[in-house]
C-alpha cells in the first residue's frame, strides 16, 4: 500500500521554488532541501528519486499553472477582439514574469551557462506560450487590427519592450543597488501600472489605427 503524501511532496515542492532562484539546478543540495521543507531525506527519495526530477516537477508545476491561466484567459474572452484577447494574454504572462522573476533570471543564466535541466526546460516550454502569443498577432493581422509583418517580428518586440524591463530590474537589484535605485525599479519597471504602459505601448505600436484603445 502506497504511503500516505501528508503534502510531503507540495511541501519539497513550495521549498524548491524558494531556493532554485538562490541556488540553480547545479547548487540545490537535496539535504538543505529537506530541511528547507522539514522532511527527511528518505521521503524525498520516495517521492522524487532524484535531484533531476525533482527540479523538473518544480519548473513544471510553476509553468503549467502560468500555462493555464494563460488558455484560460484567452478561452474565456473567444468572443472578444484578437488585440484584447492578446492584451489579455501579454498580462498574464508579464505577471507570471514578474511574480517568478528570480526563478526566470536564475534558469535563463543557467541555460547560457549549458545547465541541461534549464535548457531541456525551456526548449520544451518557450514554444507553447509563443505559439499562443503568435496566433493572436496572426488573428489579429487578419482581422486588420494589426499592421502586416512577420509574426515573429511582432512577437519579438512586444516580448522586448514588456518583459525585458522585468529582466533587467531583477538582475539590477540583484547585484545589490542602492535601496533608492531598487525602490525606483520596483515603480517604474515592475509595478502593475508600468507592465501595462508597457503593454500598451508596445501593441499600439501595430495597430492600424493606433488613436485607438488597444
Known amino acids: ?39 527527511n531525506l528518505g521521503m524525498f527519495h520516495y517521492h522524487f528519486k532524484s535531484k533531476d526530477n525533482f527540479i523538473r516537477a518544480v519548473l513544471q508545476r510553476t509553468y503549467e499553472d502560468m500555462f493555464a491561466a494563460l488558455t484560460l484567459e484567452v478561452e474565456t474572452d473567444s468572443a472578444a477582439s484578437p488585440v484584447h484577447n492578446l492584451r489579455s494574454a501579454v498580462r498574464v504572462l508579464a505577471h507570471f514574469g514578474r511574480r517568478h522573476r ?28 509563443i505559439a499562443v502569443i503568435g496566433r493572436l498577432i496572426a488573428q489579429a493581422q487578419q482581422r ?17 519592450g514588456v518583459a525585458s524591463p522585468i529582466l533587467i530590474g531583477t538582475a539590477m537589484q540583484g547585484a545589490g543597488g542602492l535601496p533608492e535605485a531598487n525602490a525606483l525599479i520596483d515603480d517604474h519597471l515592475l509595478s502593475d501600472a508600468a507592465i501595462e504602459t508597457r503593454i500598451d505601448a508596445a501593441l499600439r505600436a501595430w495597430l492600424t489605427r493606433p488613436e485607438e484603445t488597444p
Not at 539535504?31 to 528547507?36: A, G, N
Not at 525551456?122 to 506560450?129: G, Q
Not at 487590427?145 to 522586448?160: G, H, K, S, Y
Request: charged residues 20%.
Open 1 to 39: 500500500m502506497p504511503r500516505p503524501s501528508q503534502n510531503v511532496d507540495q511541501r519539497l515542492l513550495d521549498a524548491g521554488l524558494e531556493l532554485l532562484p538562490q541556488t540553480g539546478c547545479a547548487g540545490l543540495s537535496v539535504r538543505r532541501l529537506t530541511e528547507h521543507a522539514g522532511v
Open 102 to 129: 528570480h526563478l526566470m533570471v536564475r534558469i535563463l543564466a543557467d541555460a547560457m551557462a549549458g545547465e541541461a535541466l534549464a535548457r531541456e526546460f525551456l526548449l520544451a516550454n518557450l514554444p507553447r506560450h
Open 144 to 160: 486588420g487590427e494589426f499592421r502586416p509583418a512577420p509574426p515573429p517580428q511582432v512577437l519579438a518586440f512586444i516580448a522586448a
